[in-house]
């Protein structure tokens, strides 16, 4: 189940899943490339080693990637990278925390000016994308 805070950053996508998965299970979901390409996108270059700098491909139109750095890597408990998609450029940060039997991941992305009508348009199509696509796909991911 995804849920939003709205207490949270407003100018941020902050949004909480629980997997009743560990969070080693989690974590490969995260950061195997043949896992990541299944629920987000192909990656190109990807390791879990701050400076490392790697691609995802759209797979819609493979000529078209995003451009990322990791910024922050905590081994089963946190993955932060740089997302650079055009002209915009944000940060995906992803925290595990071992909940009872299970997981709590928490999804934040920053680097959104919602003073700016696109940007904050922006931010909302992407919070969309994340609750409604991507995080589900993950789910599935983890469950099997």
Known sequence: MVIAD????P???ELGAFFAQPAAVVWDALTRPDLLERWLLRPTGFAT???TRF???VP???DDTIDCEVLAVGPRERLTYSWRYRHAHWTVDWRLRPQGRGTRLLLTQTGFDIGDRREKMARNAAERGWKRN???RLGEVIHH
């Open 134 to 136: 991507v995080l589900p």
């Open 60 to 62: 819609t139109t493979p």
């Open 49 to 51: 080693s701050v400076g």
């Open 55 to 57: 691609r995802f491909t």
């Open 11 to 13: 100018a941020a996508v």
């Open 6 to 9: 709205p207490r949270l950053d």
